[in-house]
């Protein structure tokens, strides 16, 4: 979807916010095929830029296998 689109282009660019809401959707299969490897993925990239969502996110992944 639109969504998915936008954050991507704002991910690609390394914008945390973006990298964030673009492994929600991953993670919910909102807009894509949910898949939490690639979730994951872009929660760390903004969890590495101290994007707190990104950490929180990743977290959770975590938590809970």
């Given at each position: 979807g639109k969504?998915?689109?936008w954050y991507r282009k704002a991910a690609d660019q390394g914008h945390a916010?973006?990298?964030s809401n673009l492994g929600t959707m991953y993670d919910?299969?909102?807009g894509v095929a949910q898949d939490y490897g690639k979730a994951v993925e872009?929660?760390?990239k903004?969890?590495?830029q101290g994007h707190a969502g990104g950490?929180?996110?990743l977290g959770l992944?975590?938590?809970n296998g």
């Open positions: 969504a998915v689109e916010g973006g990298q919910n299969g909102h872009w929660y760390r903004a969890a590495d950490q929180f996110n992944k975590y938590a």
